[in-house]
């Protein structure tokens, strides 16, 4: 049964994340032949509209208030519900980014609906939407059919390809004007930490180091390493904790979870709390000295050795293939 599907494009430092894209193609499963139409918060995002339109929304409505300039619960969920009120979709699809994990248990319980949270596909099998979404830390996935007036999804970053960019893609753009009150939240400042180069959450490489690499300075030639492959950096809590460096690295059950192509663990055992935030990687590489490390367990290519070796013959050999 088509429907129409209501998307979030998620914007950071006016401009799009590629989640937004993947939310695209998701929706347009969901919508079943139906119209996709995309919702632009905040300030200033006029330009971003036409490049959800060449992901494939069909029509983009723009919020822009000055009071939606950063990202607040209430602010945002007061711009969606006008937007839902005023299309009723009878599918919504974000990100699950930190913005889509706040903002879309608030709007479900709003709209009294349910939520797919962290979907990593979604598919339409015997007349039904069935989405997958993994379960305990990500050592099964289950399947949901889900039904109802609204079927309301996040899907996770990395795991459904967007579609083609087509640039000749055009559609009706227009502005929903919003009265925001009561915002329980202000946001003064924003002082970012300072993070060198790629997101983790949306990276295609990622190079984490583990206790393994024994101070900070030892993730030198992990960096260098990610550098040449065009990827993050990511790190296990034992690096963390060991103040080796930045909570905002850590990947696992209390970090963030990440599905990047390439996952290259270096100096890390493989606790269970680690692989549940790794563990969907695509291609995994375990570099530890302990051959009978648990990350071997999961890992597609394991080298065993000492990092501080490995790594550089590593970034030697990338840079000889220019990749
Ligand atoms: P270790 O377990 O100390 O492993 C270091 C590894 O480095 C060893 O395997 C060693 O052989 C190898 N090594 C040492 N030197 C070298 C070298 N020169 N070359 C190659 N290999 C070397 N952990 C997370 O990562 N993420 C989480 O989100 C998380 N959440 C948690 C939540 C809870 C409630 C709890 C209880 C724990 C959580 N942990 C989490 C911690 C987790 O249990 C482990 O303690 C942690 O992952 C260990 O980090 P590590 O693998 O870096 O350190």
């Known amino acids: 049964m088509a429907r129409k599907v209501l998307v979030l494009g998620e914007v950071r430092e006016q401009t799009l994340r590629n989640v937004s894209f993947e939310a695209l193609a998701a929706a347009k499963t969901v919508a079943e032949g139906g119209e996709v139409v995309a919702a632009l918060v905040g300030k200033n995002i006029s330009s971003l509209a036409d490049e959800m339109l060449q992901y494939g929304a069909d029509r983009v409505v ?44 608030k709007l479900a319980a709003k709209l009294n609906t349910g939520l797919i949270s962290d979907a990593t596909n979604v598919e339409i099998a015997g007349g039904n939407i069935v989405f997958t979404r993994p379960i305990y830390s990500g050592k099964a996935f289950e399947k949901k059919i889900v039904t109802g007036d609204i079927i309301f999804a996040t899907i996770r970053p990395n795991n459904i390809a967007s579609l083609e960019k087509d640039e000749s893609h055009t559609g009706e753009i227009s502005s929903l004007s919003v ?45 260098e390493l990610a550098n040449v492959l065009g990827g993050a950096i990511g790190a296990s809590r034992g690096a963390c904790d060991a103040d080796y460096c930045d909570y905002s690295l850590q990947i696992g059950q209390t970090g963030k979870v990440v599905t990047p192509d390439l996952y290259i663990a270096c100096g890390i055992s493989g606790a269970i709390q680690h692989l549940a935030g790794m563990s969907n990687s695509k291609v995994i590489v375990a570099i530890n000295k302990d051959p009978e490390a648990n990350i071997f367990k999961i890992a597609d290519y394991g080298i065993v050795g000492d990092l501080f070796e490995v790594v550089p013959l590593l970034t030697q050999e990338f840079k000889k293939l220019n990749v």
């Open 62 to 105: 723009k919020i822009e208030n000055e009071k939606l300039k950063a990202y607040t619960p209430d602010g945002y969920s007061q711009a969606l519900l006008a937007v839902i009120e005023s299309e009723k979709p009878g599918g919504i699809v974000f990100g699950h980014t930190a913005l889509g994990k706040d903002l879309s248990p």
């Open 179 to 223: 009265d925001i009150k009561d915002l329980r939240t202000i946001v003064k400042e924003v002082i970012r930490k300072a993070t060198e180069g790629v997101d983790l959450s949306e990276a295609k490489v990622i190079v984490a180091g583990g206790r393994g690499v024994k101070s900070s300075n030892g993730f030198e030639p992990l960096k």
